[in-house]
């Protein structure tokens, strides 16, 4: 079982950054693929960024290529999205994923993880 805590959402204008975190509870942190999913309202969960379990992988959708950067400290247990150039069509709550086992493999859906965060909000205003 592998525990996920995001933090660092907000209320941010266009244009603006975050970085969200996400704290795991797993001990070897550097076999677990992880990633980030976002949920609009009315909307289903999409896939963001991932990455795989040494961080030295890394996927992202086109929608945020180039504005968003995942990365992963395995001395830490934690894993960031630096969000930066921010949009209104950015606004979500936004998930952390893991998958343990998977030092290699960056996995980009949904159904190919096993454990979840509680999700934090980030609200981009125009």
């Known amino acids: 079982q592998v525990h996920l805590v995001e933090s660092g959402g907000g209320l941010v204008q266009t244009g603006g950054s975050l970085r969200l975190s996400c704290s795991a509870s797993?001990?070897?942190?550097?076999?677990?693929?992880m990633g980030w999913f976002r949920q609009a309202p009315e909307k289903e969960r999409e896939f963001v960024a991932a990455?795989?379990?040494?961080?030295?992988?890394?996927n992202y959708a086109d929608s945020v290529k180039g504005r968003f950067t995942i990365s992963k400290d395995n001395r830490k247990n934690t894993l960031y999205l630096q969000m930066n150039s921010l949009k209104p069509e950015d606004t979500a709550v936004y998930y952390c994923?893991?998958?343990?086992?998977?030092?290699?493999?960056?996995?980009?859906?949904?159904?190919?993880?096993?454990?979840w965060g509680q999700g934090t909000q980030v609200t981009v205003s125009s």
């Open positions: 797993e001990r070897t942190f550097s076999s677990v693929a």
């Open positions: 994923a893991a998958k343990t086992f998977h030092l290699n493999v960056v996995i980009t859906t949904a159904t190919g993880y096993d454990f």
């Open positions: 990455i795989n379990g040494i961080g030295v992988s890394t």
